[in-house]
């Protein structure tokens, strides 16, 4: 009963807009890249790991690609305005084709991506897509102050989720930025192959992270489907969220161990 009480008070989601729809479209074909550059490792091989290997293509094009079409999703939760949230979707779409594109790019010359100053090409494509980086930090972080400034709408734990997944999604851009900051130091410096395998600690630290924005909400979207109380579920979400919490802590103790 208690269920059915707090379904009938959701209103129903609307129809994608078409911004939502390109973003959700341009998230699935940076997936996709991802998977057909994983077939490509299958085949030609090489190294998994180091700063040139189809590990980057596959990595990056799955990871934006899940990021981009879960960020518009979660936003549509936020209280922002349309149109502040289509031009960030949209700025945030671009940028996620950019840093994917010029990885994909890199890999396939088979010279690294990032930190790569060899040539004027190889400096203006790693400088583009440290300058996207730094378009990623200012976009999530105008969202995920909006999921602050105001309760987000949802179903019962959504909020919970949306905030801590921001929260903690801050986390892997610092530790991202963290990353580009002491390469680009270490490359200036004439120390290039330290600048490629300086990243290796913080890896684990940006990559937990980053998805948390997906996996919360998810879970809440889950929870609110099924016929538990609403204090059951909001039991089963804070556990959630202490795991995923414990998570980023303990990578983050080994990366400043390691690093």
């Not at 790991?49 to 590990?55: A, K, L, N």
């Amino acid at each position: 009963m208690e269920t059915t009480r707090v379904r009938a008070l959701t209103p129903p989601k609307p129809s994608l807009r078409p911004a939502e729809r390109l973003c959700h479209a341009t998230g699935a074909v940076l997936v996709l890249s991802g998977c057909v550059h994983l077939l490509v490792f299958a085949v030609d091989g090489g190294p998994w790991d180091g700063p040139v290997s189809w590990r980057k293509p596959v990595t990056f094009g799955l990871s934006f690609g899940l990021t981009l079409i879960a960020v518009t999703w979660v936003t549509s939760y936020l209280r922002v305005g349309a149109r502040p949230r289509t031009a960030l979707l949209a700025v945030f779409a671009a940028d996620c084709v950019v840093e994917v594109g010029g990885i994909t790019l890199q890999a396939w010359r088979r010279v690294p991506s990032h930190l790569n100053m060899e040539t004027g090409f190889d400096t203006a494509v790693s400088m583009t897509l440290a300058v996207g980086g730094g378009v990623l930090v200012v976009v999530l972080a105008l969202f995920a102050v909006a999921s602050f400034r105001n309760r987000p709408a949802g179903p019962p734990g959504m909020p919970l989720a949306l905030r801590s997944g921001f929260a903690i999604l801050l986390v892997g851009l610092a530790s991202g930025a963290a990353m580009i900051a002491r390469g680009v130091v270490l490359t200036r410096t004439g120390h290039q192959e330290a600048a490629y395998h300086s990243t290796a600690p913080l890896k684990p630290l940006h990559g937990v992270s980053l998805h948390a924005v997906l996996v919360l909400p998810a879970l809440a979207w889950l929870l609110s489907r099924t016929d538990w109380s609403t204090r059951v579920r909001e039991r089963v979400l804070y556990g959630a969220v202490g795991c995923y919490v414990a998570a980023v802590l303990a990578t983050g103790v080994d990366a400043v161990l390691t690093w």
